[in-house]
């Protein structure tokens, strides 16, 4: 199985994606893209976490979508 992800990619320099972490994904930096691949048998879970921190203006909205 392939599975495809991505953290957000900030376009504005006053907006600052940090702290990213993903386990067992491989991270494409300039996309921001996550991949894992693996065998998953029949009836069988995998849960893929990762996570980021987003840092931005007071005065600014951010939204995630």
């Not at 392939?2 to 494409?28: C, G, L, M, R, W």
């Not at 879970?45 to 979508?65: A, D, I, R």
């Amino acid at each position: 199985i392939t599975i495809e992800d991505q953290f957000p990619i900030s376009q504005y320099k006053q907006v600052e994606i940090f702290d990213k972490q993903s386990e067992y994904a491989t991270e494409a930096t300039e996309t921001g893209k996550l991949t894992w691949k693996f065998v998953l048998p029949p009836n069988e879970t995998q849960k893929l976490p990762f996570k980021f921190s987003v840092k931005y203006p007071k005065t600014e909205f951010v939204e995630v979508n």
